[in-house]
């Protein structure tokens, strides 16, 4: 079965410093993609990174990088310089491309920016 | 990128009432869409999947008679929550899936926030 696992609940990074969230996964299928989702108290998901299995370059999106490591199924999220405005919580997702295309979502990492 | 809205943001509701919510993708077709629960500071479980002109597929556990979604066009969904009732209380998000030559993506809606009294 096909699983999301987030380790750390709850993370405080200092403004303008460098945060890495985990996350690693579980899936036997070839074809798959790995998301990262902020969600801000508002409630809505917002797209930050896509990682596709087939990708060999890593995924960056401005502050946004994601570390893929494929052999050990894991996709961390990297936020440099952080900003205060960074704070909320992030779900590492995949998307199974072999036919449900269901988003499979971890239980989230809540980030504190601090000033 | 696509917009997938939602209606109501929020609503507030007695219980034993039914309450509609709309999800509506406002700038693409989508012949699936997604229906999520949301409970406070946990992840998003999934309760359907919504496919135009056809009956949704439920998660397990997820009541049918419950949680009834029609998809009756390739631009809205809709998810109605019979007979609710405090439990029922949650975050419901929906997403939408859009389909072209060679592309394959997925869109959230903003969310509607269901109190029931």
């Known amino acids: 079965a096909q699983k999301i696992t987030q380790t750390q609940p709850g993370m405080f990074v200092q403004e303008k410093e460098a945060v890495t969230l985990d996350c690693t996964y579980d899936t036997s299928d070839q074809s798959y993609g790995l998301f990262w989702y902020k969600q801000p108290s508002s409630g809505e998901m917002i797209f930050l990174i896509y990682?596709?299995?087939?990708?060999?370059q890593n995924a960056t999106e401005g502050r946004y990088s994601l570390n893929f490591q494929k052999a050990r199924k894991s996709a961390n999220l990297v936020i440099s310089a952080s900003q205060l405005g960074d704070s909320a919580m992030y779900f590492c997702?995949?998307?199974?491309?072999?036919?449900?295309?269901?988003?499979?979502f971890g239980t989230g990492t809540r980030l504190k920016v601090l000033a | 990128g696509a917009v997938v809205s939602q209606h109501p943001s929020w609503v507030i509701c007695k219980s034993g009432t039914s309450v509609k919510i709309e999800c509506r993708s406002l700038?693409?077709?989508?012949?699936?869409m997604f229906w999520y629960r949301q409970f406070p500071k946990q992840s998003l479980m999934l309760m359907a999947t919504s496919n135009e002109g056809s009956k949704a597929t439920y998660e397990q556990g997820v009541e049918k008679d419950k949680f009834l979604i029609n998809h009756a066009s390739l631009t809205l969904s809709t998810l109605t929550v019979t007979s609710a009732h405090p439990e029922d209380s949650s975050f419901y998000i929906c997403?939408?899936?859009?389909?072209?030559?060679?592309?394959?993506?997925?869109?959230f809606g903003p969310g509607t926030r269901l109190t029931v009294l």
């Open positions: 997403s939408a899936r859009e389909i072209a030559e060679g592309y394959n993506e997925q869109f």
């Open positions: 997702a995949m998307w199974d491309f072999s036919g449900t295309y269901k988003y499979i």
């Open positions: 990682q596709g299995s087939y990708d060999e």
């Open positions: 700038d693409f077709q989508a012949t699936t």
